[in-house]
């Protein structure tokens, strides 16, 4: 707009600027609809990881003579429900965690990638080679992750909302 018009309807300026905020509220949106749910800060929620592993829990008792039973089920059961971390699935692909269990910290980096709600992560142990390869299925607001191959599960859930 040239400068004589603005002196001649000073209220285009204001319109001109309406539209300029509206534009950038309509990309803001744009961009985060566009990001990948999986992307973010995922918390380990430690009840829903215990309840994830009952059969399992259930399974290794039924091999225990009765009498070690309860003894054994509170053991399971305070390893699950100590269990604390997050998980942080990176725009880039990369991702890195930090989790505590029976007062042990482990930290591994790694990278992901999604097909629909399954999730598939390759990550090592800080200071290790060894890679461990992770699967997940993504459910609207949580992440059940287990290691490929074991029956073990961690629930999720966003911490970054």
Known sequence: MPHDTLLKNPNAAPARVTHLVALLLILTACSDAARDPAVGVWKIDPAATLASNLALVEGQLAGLPPEQRP????????????????????????????????????????????????????????????????????????????TAGTQQFMVFLRGDR
């Not at 942080?88 to 482990?106: A, F, H, I």
């Not at 090592?124 to 992440?143: C, F, H, M, N, R």
């Open 71 to 146: 003894q054994a089920r509170q053991k399971f059961e305070t390893m699950f429900t100590s269990v604390a971390g997050t998980l942080e699935l990176r725009d880039d692909k990369s991702l890195k965690s930090n989790m505590v269990m029976s007062d042990k910290t482990q930290q591994m980096t790694g990278t992901w990638t999604r097909k629909g709600n399954n999730l598939t992560m390759k990550t090592k142990v800080v200071g290790s080679d060894a890679e461990i390869a992770v699967i997940g299925l993504l459910t609207p607001g949580a992440l059940t992750v287990n």
